[in-house]
């Protein structure tokens, strides 16, 4: 099983980012996906999780109404949509996966992350 993330970077205030997520060696198209994100010194912040019939449920208050997720089967990827970022959205990004239709809370499977920061 492996997730590899991209799409991170350096974005201003305000600005946007879609990061992106492609899974392998697992059943893609019948397995959620969960997006987490931890920022320095700070414990790992769950934000949402995209079932496999593209239904999304976020997790995190702090992202609602800001961040989507999406996923196209065909490609194997989901993605997190950014809009509206703020300094505080600083974090190294993760999807993860049990491989399976349901959002656990301790994914056994990620991917190595994707830095994304916000200057003010």
């Known amino acids: 099983v492996q997730l590899v993330e991209s799409g991170g970077g350096l974005v201003q205030q305000g600005e946007s980012l879609r990061l992106s997520c492609v899974g392998s060696?697992?059943?893609?198209?019948?397995?959620?996906i969960r997006w987490f994100r931890q920022a320095p010194g700070k414990e790992r912040e769950g934000l949402s999780c995209i079932y496999i019939d593209e239904v999304s449920q976020f997790t995190a208050d702090s992202v609602k109404g800001r961040f989507t997720t999406s996923r196209d089967n065909a490609k194997n990827t989901a993605y997190l949509q950014m809009n509206n970022l703020q300094p505080d959205d600083t974090a190294i990004y993760y999807c993860a996966t049990d491989g399976w239709a349901h959002c656990g809370q301790s994914p056994k499977y990620w991917g190595q992350g994707t830095q994304v920061t916000v200057a003010s």
């Open positions: 060696g697992f059943s893609f198209t019948y397995s959620a």
